[in-house]
């Protein structure tokens, strides 16, 4: 059975809920068959290139994390200033992280910290739109739909929708992020979307008098294996459907399946935001390219304190599982972990013991795909407030995800007034992680 996890959800300040990002980004699959699907996404394949097996898994920290309690906790500040939740020394000497968490502190040296990220739209829809694209687009702060492709699209734009040797989507959503969709790409390039539409992409359309409740098919994986020579179903399939039914009855849905892994590994993740990491891990490493998920809860206007006491503890077992789970396994070469949201936080603590939205210095933080990890990357002023060193901007991160799935630096795609529009328009690769 497919497993279906919810994501920590809350109403962000200006009234919009998690729900309501996902269905602004979500330009979507619209009633598209699996069949439709795979035929869309066989033409994709067909004129695509050949890219490293690498994958991203997005991890959203919905609202606006703040920078200071996660990862630049500067304790020499004034008290107003400095983290409210401590530090805790990591097993990188000189790098401390905010003190929920102490799992990710003792993997510190397989994690990278960007302490300069930055950009200038403090808004929360156009703050996302921007880490998600790369691109400002203050609209989108009023609910208009992003206008700009995100990474994962991209992504399966270039190596084509779905994986040619698993049938596995090239790019997965376990739950939504406004611009984490196609925009102008179109709906070919979407995210196989687990938590919503992605079961009905999964029917087949098949007539009435051979398939009278298309439903039945999903509720009968078990038991159409062994009638299905039988029943003579497949006959008068196109490839597009008969393929349809090899992806549903293989072992490749078995991916999204995290009751088969090790009930050890499973605990170590933990429930919710952790299984839904494991199964990002899974996906990866079954050959999705690109996996988004969003914990939502950081628009922490009021008692910042209790907020990242209830919620940093679960990001923290989740995380620290996954970079140890993927780097026992091999595969920190092969996925890369980023961990961000819309914006950081105001640097001094407000009178209701909370920390209000700034865009000029943001939570980033990364572990594997290759990069050289174990490090703190740039520096903020002595307060937490703007980049002290040279900002790095969603461009670069954008560069820098590039750089690990091997999409060239110069992608081109027609937009759609058939102009052609680069994917990146000057962001560079960080440096010191390249």
């Avoid at 004034?78 to 990591?90: D, I, L």
Wanted: charged share 20%.
């Amino acid at each position: 059975m497919l497993g279906l996890f919810g994501s920590h959800r809350g109403p962000l300040c200006d009234g919009l809920s998690r729900r309501d990002f996902m269905q602004a980004g979500a330009l979507g699959l619209g009633g598209l068959t699996l069949a439709d699907l795979l035929r869309n996404r066989a033409a994709a394949a067909a004129s695509g290139k050949s890219t490293r097996n690498t994958s991203v898994v997005w991890l959203w920290l919905g609202g606006g994390p703040t920078h200071i309690e996660t990862f630049d906790p500067k304790m020499s500040a004034p008290a107003e200033f400095r983290s409210v939740v401590g530090a805790v020394k990591t097993n990188v000497p000189g790098i401390e992280l905010g003190g929920v968490f102490p799992k990710m502190a003792r993997v510190a040296d397989k994690m990278a910290f960007v302490r300069s990220f930055a950009h200038r739209n403090s808004g929360h829809g156009g703050g996302t739109h921007w880490v998600m694209t790369g691109y400002d687009f203050p609209p989108a702060d009023n609910g208009q739909a992003p206008i700009k492709p995100g990474l994962g699209s991209i992504l399966a734009r270039h190596r084509g929708a779905n994986n040619s040797q698993t049938g596995l989507p090239t790019y997965v959503r376990l739950s939504g992020i406004l611009g984490d969709g196609p925009a102008w790409l179109g709906s070919s390039y979407a995210p196989f979307d687990v938590g919503g539409s992605a079961r009905g992409n999964m029917d087949l359309k098949v007539a009435l008098d051979r398939l009278s409740d298309r439903r039945s098919l999903l509720k009968t994986f078990d038991t159409v294996d062994r009638s299905l020579d039988r029943s003579g179903l497949m006959q008068g399939l196109d490839s597009f459907e008969s393929q349809a039914f090899e992806l549903i009855l293989s072992r490749a849905r078995e991916a999204f399946d995290v009751t088969r892994e090790d009930p050890r590994t499973r605990d170590a993740y933990g429930q919710g935001l952790g299984q839904q990491m494991l199964m990002a891990r899974r996906l990866c490493e079954a050959g999705v390219g690109f996996v988004t998920m969003h914990f939502g809860g950081w628009d922490m206007h009021g008692n910042i304190e209790a907020a990242m006491k209830q919620l940093g503890p679960q990001v923290d077992r989740a995380v620290s599982a996954f970079v140890n789970d993927t780097s026992d396994r091999g595969l920190d070469q092969d996925i890369l972990l980023v961990i961000t949201g819309e914006f950081g936080r105001t640097p001094r603590i407000n009178g209701s013991a909370g920390r209000d939205h700034w865009a000029p210095l943001s939570t980033l933080a990364l572990a594997g795909g290759g990069l050289k990890m174990g490090q703190a990357i740039g520096e903020s002023t002595a307060k937490a407030e703007t980049p002290k060193t040279t900002p790095i901007t969603p461009l670069d991160l954008m560069a820098t995800v590039f750089h690990v799935l091997g999409v060239p630096s110069d992608l081109h795609y027609k937009d759609q007034s058939g102009r052609p529009t680069p994917m990146n328009d000057g962001g560079k690769p960080i440096a010191e992680l390249v």
